[in-house]
């Protein structure tokens, strides 16, 4: 059965410094890997996925993830954070398109001044 | 384009009580689903459909919960009675056909409490 763990609950940190947030999925299959981020009080967002081709995968606010099969992660990265970034973030796996996403617990991300 | 229309946004009611989510997935996405997300948790599949047919529902608590997605669009979750445990937020999701149908795209969620 798929599984994705993100070792960190809570990850406080300064205004431009960077960040990290790591998640671990188990599969027995090739899957689909996402990020999603979600805003107080409004639904979740597509941040990033993985399909296939190039591991690193970015996206449009500075955001990226690696997909590491060997180690089956798929870390988030931001070279340089904003206050607008504080949020939660989910990642978040699928077997198939259009099947049920498996979500980990979630980040939340704090940016403080 | 409007996004995932979900009503209401917030309910209170008592144990025992029934309760009703509605939503309005994006105009012509096949695909909703329900999720539930209790609180600090990601949020865990109820019910996928695709058009009007429930393709997965397996987690989805029968004796209690319901769900209909009449003519394919418009979709209601029900829950008949409602228990403590089942406060969380109710969150609706749909996908289109085809190379995109990995993207779900997420309404703001029905946040239930039960008391």
């Known amino acids: 059965a798929q599984s994705v763990t993100q070792l960190d609950s809570q990850v406080p940190v300064f205004e431009e410094a960077p960040v990290e947030l790591r998640c671990n999925y188990s599969s027995s299959v090739s899957v689909y890997l996402f990020w999603y981020v979600q805003y107080p009080n409004q639904g979740l967002q597509l941040l990033l996925k993985y399909l296939s081709g190039s591991t690193l995968v970015e996206s449009i606010n500075g955001f990226e993830a690696e997909f590491n099969k060997s180690q089956t992660s798929f870390h988030l990265r931001k070279p340089s954070v904003h206050i607008s970034d504080t949020a939660e973030y989910f990642c978040a796996v699928s077997e198939s398109q259009g099947g049920k996403l498996i979500f980990g617990q979630g980040t939340e991300l704090s940016v403080k001044p | 384009e409007a996004g995932v229309v979900q009503s209401p946004r917030y309910k209170i009611i008592e144990k025992k009580q029934p309760v009703a989510f509605w939503c309005n997935p994006i105009s012509g996405h096949n695909t909703l689903y329900w999720y539930l997300q209790n609180l600090g948790q990601g949020p865990e599949l109820l019910i996928r459909?695709?058009?009007?047919?429930?393709?997965?529902d397996s987690q989805l608590p029968k004796d209690r919960f319901s769900a209909e997605r009449l003519k394919g669009v418009d979709s209601t979750l029900k829950i008949q009675p409602a228990e403590l445990g089942d406060s969380a937020v109710y969150l609706c999701a749909s996908s289109p056909r085809g190379a995109l149908s990995y993207e779900q795209y997420f309404g703001p969620g029905t946040r239930l409490t039960v008391t």
């Open positions: 459909y695709e058009n009007e047919e429930a393709v997965d």
